[in-house]
């Protein structure tokens, strides 16, 4: 068990049967009445967001989550392929499981995959990954770094706002958490 008080980004914690992931919190001490802790969570189980209350001192049950490091193989139907890097044992992951992480998987990548008391829950992705730019418009003389930018589509189907320097062909580094432009590689 651990108190609401000891909240940190990135904690998994067990709630009403469901594991979050705490993505956000503030203590909370008004002036009339008792401390409280508001956090924001997401559910590992369907990805969805919620903001949850505490009061303070509450104990909520901690849960271990197991990360194993696994390479991406290959999509076969709407199941994916992963491939301990240890063992070599392979597991699949459902499509509505990892619907996010998609836009940012490439074959061979290497990702940790979550698992907790054996049930696999998804994809831990880098911060960052490079990708290639496989359609976007061409960049004309004289467009700067601050000028604007413009959509392009990227290897693996996902579409980033670009400066407009950026051309076919180029490779980038994108942000994975907010799927946003970084830099060229």
Same mark, same amino acid.
């Given at each position: 068990? *651990?108190?609401?008080?000891?909240?940190?980004?990135? &904690?998994? %914690?067990? @709630?009403?049967?469901?594991?979050?992931?705490?993505?956000?919190?503030?203590?909370?001490?008004?002036?009339?009445?008792?401390?409280? /802790?508001?956090?924001?969570?997401?559910?590992?189980?369907?990805?969805?967001?919620?903001? +949850?209350?505490?009061?303070?001192?509450?104990?909520?049950?901690?849960?271990?989550?197991?990360?194993?490091?696994?390479?991406? &193989?290959?999509?076969?139907?709407?199941?994916?392929?992963?491939?301990?890097?240890?063992?070599?044992?392979?597991?699949?992951?459902?499509? =509505?499981?990892?619907?996010?992480?998609?836009?940012? &998987? +490439?074959?061979?990548?290497?990702?940790? /995959? %979550?698992?907790?008391?054996?049930?696999?829950?998804?994809?831990?992705?880098?911060?960052? @990954?490079? &990708?290639?730019?496989?359609?976007?418009?061409?960049? %004309?003389?004289?467009?700067?770094?601050?000028?604007?930018? +413009?959509?392009?589509?990227?290897?693996?189907?996902? /579409? @980033?706002? @670009?400066?407009?320097? *950026?051309? =076919?062909?180029?490779?980038? %580094?994108?942000?994975?958490?907010?799927?946003?432009? /970084? =830099?060229?590689?």
């Amino acid at each position: 068990m *651990i108190s609401v008080n000891d909240f940190k980004t990135g &904690l998994t %914690i067990e @709630v009403d049967g469901d594991i979050y992931r705490v993505l956000d919190f503030q203590h909370v001490k008004p002036g009339k009445g008792a401390a409280f /802790v508001r956090s924001k969570l997401r559910n590992l189980r369907n990805g969805n967001t919620t903001e +949850k209350t505490f009061r303070g001192g509450e104990k909520v049950e901690r849960a271990q989550i197991d990360n194993r490091r696994m390479q991406y &193989l290959y999509a076969n139907g709407d199941q994916h392929v992963f491939m301990d890097t240890d063992n070599y044992e392979q597991i699949e992951l459902g499509e =509505s499981q990892i619907e996010y992480e998609l836009k940012f &998987l +490439k074959e061979n990548m290497e990702v940790h /995959v %979550i698992q907790y008391q054996g049930e696999t829950l998804g994809v831990d992705l880098p911060a960052t @990954v490079e &990708l290639e730019v496989t359609d976007t418009e061409p960049g %004309i003389k004289g467009d700067t770094a601050s000028g604007g930018s +413009k959509p392009a589509t990227m290897e693996t189907g996902l /579409v @980033v706002q @670009v400066p407009f320097f *950026i051309n =076919s062909g180029d490779r980038l %580094i994108i942000n994975t958490a907010e799927g946003e432009y /970084v =830099s060229r590689a």
